[in-house]
């Protein structure tokens, strides 16, 4: 590819670039593989800095900046909890926004969220000055036109990709030249239990069908029994690694979606080197802004729209618990919604909502007839369609409220089905069997 003309000679170091901050900015952090850590690293050793509020999603790699010691400097608003910020979320040192994925983009176009600073990764610009967002667009793409300064980690090693991913380079204020490797996210091994939920919610996706699955073991436990069908297309926010296998063999061809015919969309990526790499320069793989892949009007239009979805509870009336562990923001609601209700509009589609039975080693029954204190509702007892769990899945659409109990008490775990039906009986007075 050739390159910007003098591109190079514009880099400075990491902290002249983070010079620009000032205290009580409000800065958008890139996240997932494209978390700009060198620029992130250079912001902590920041000592003067005061109040700075940080917006983002998920984050990958070392985040120094919500250590205890910096609660002063720095105010965390995470737009989606990872792991990395749970235990700040838990002490109160960061503040979780519950928010659809696809509402975050006009936080700052409509100036909502009034963002100083947009802190982001990019790929090289090319001979036009034309750098890309790489492997995450989501809601970058609407920090870098509405924030009054972008400072950037342009990265050798960030992929460059297609759809709405450009940042003209000169729209960038500064930026730190680097080439190191990006933050992966590797595979996790596929157990019995989501082995099972994989095969209950694969039978069910027909050829034809457009796909959202998410990152995880029973995405993935899905996406590996997939082989023998035909033309897939995809639609999603996000993929990892075991999408690339059916795009290779012509399994996914996209040929019957109607929005983006021929591509396989999304917003971010999270995976391996290897799934870096084939989406580097891949006119068949189009990133675009999660208001954009996550616009229930557009999800809909593409039929058979499957939709696959994690909960960590859900109660005996379809109530979808996935953001908290009772008052614990363990997540966020991230897009559950907006493909729950696009694929349940979908001509065809199905909204599938997937957790295995139990937790904690089987001492905990995840389908309860209360949901926990504290517990966020992120889809609704009038969204939810199908639920799986390792004991087969249930279609709740249009069930009442004695049916749908006894259809979740027949994917609860065999150990609780009996206690789940005494407690149904007490709260409801329902009879299940």
């Known amino acids: 590819m050739k390159r910007y003309p003098g591109w190079e000679q514009r880099a400075v170091a990491a902290q002249d670039v983070v010079a620009h901050l000032k205290s009580q900015h409000k800065i958008f952090v890139h996240g997932a593989a494209a978390t700009p850590t060198t620029l992130l690293d250079a912001m902590v050793e920041r000592r003067d800095l005061q109040g700075v509020e940080l917006f983002h999603l998920h984050l990958s790699g070392p985040l120094r900046f919500s250590e205890p010691q910096y609660r002063d400097a720095f105010i965390s608003n995470p737009l989606f909890t990872d792991h990395g910020m749970r235990g700040a979320v838990d002490e109160g040192r960061a503040y ?12 700052f176009s409509t100036r909502r969220i009034p963002l100083d600073v947009a802190l982001v990764s990019l790929s090289p610009p090319d001979e036009h000055g034309l750098c890309t967002l790489g492997t995450s667009v989501d809601a970058a793409r609407a920090a870098t036109e509405h924030a009054t300064i972008v400072l950037a980690e342009i990265n050798e090693q960030l992929p460059r990709t297609y759809g709405a991913t450009v940042v003209p380079f000169e729209r960038v204020t500064a930026f730190v030249h680097t080439n190191r490797p990006l933050h992966e996210a590797h595979t996790p091994p596929m157990s019995e239990v ?3 939920i994989g095969e209950h919610i694969a039978a069910l996706v027909e050829d034809g069908s457009t796909l959202q699955m998410g990152i995880g073991a029973i995405p993935n436990a899905v996406l590996s029994r997939l082989g023998t069908k035909n033309d897939l297309g995809v639609h999603t926010e996000m993929f990892s690694d075991l999408l690339v296998p059916l795009m290779k063999s012509g399994v996914v061809t996209n040929k019957y979606k109607t929005v983006h015919r021929g591509r ?20 068949l793989v189009e990133f675009h802004p999660c208001d954009r892949t996550n616009d229930t009007a557009l999800i809909r239009q593409n039929p058979r729209a499957v939709a696959v979805n994690a909960a960590l509870e859900i109660d005996l009336t379809g109530q979808v618990c996935a953001d908290s562990i009772g008052h614990r923001i363990y997540s966020g609601i991230g897009g559950q919604m907006d493909f729950i209700r696009g694929a349940a509009l979908s ?24 949901l926990k204190p504290g517990a966020g509702v992120v889809t609704t007892r009038g969204h939810v369609q199908y639920v799986a769990t390792e004991y087969g899945i249930v279609d709740l659409h249009g069930l009442n409220l004695k049916k749908r109990a006894e259809a979740l008490i027949s994917i609860a775990h065999p150990d609780f ?11 409801r007075h329902f009879l299940v069997g």
Do not use: H, M, Y
């Open 264 to 283: 396989t969309v999304t917003s971010f990526v999270s995976g391996s080197r290897a799934l870096f790499d084939f989406v580097d320069n891949n006119q």
């Open 194 to 196: 989501e082995n099972r």
């Open 347 to 370: 001509e065809g589609g199905k909204a599938i909502i997937a957790l295995p039975s139990t937790a904690k080693n089987g001492q905990i029954s995840r389908i309860v007839s209360t």
């Open 96 to 107: 979780f926004v519950p928010v659809f994925l696809s509402d975050v983009p006009d936080l």
């Open 417 to 427: 089905r009996a206690e789940l039906a005494r407690e149904v009986r007490e709260i």
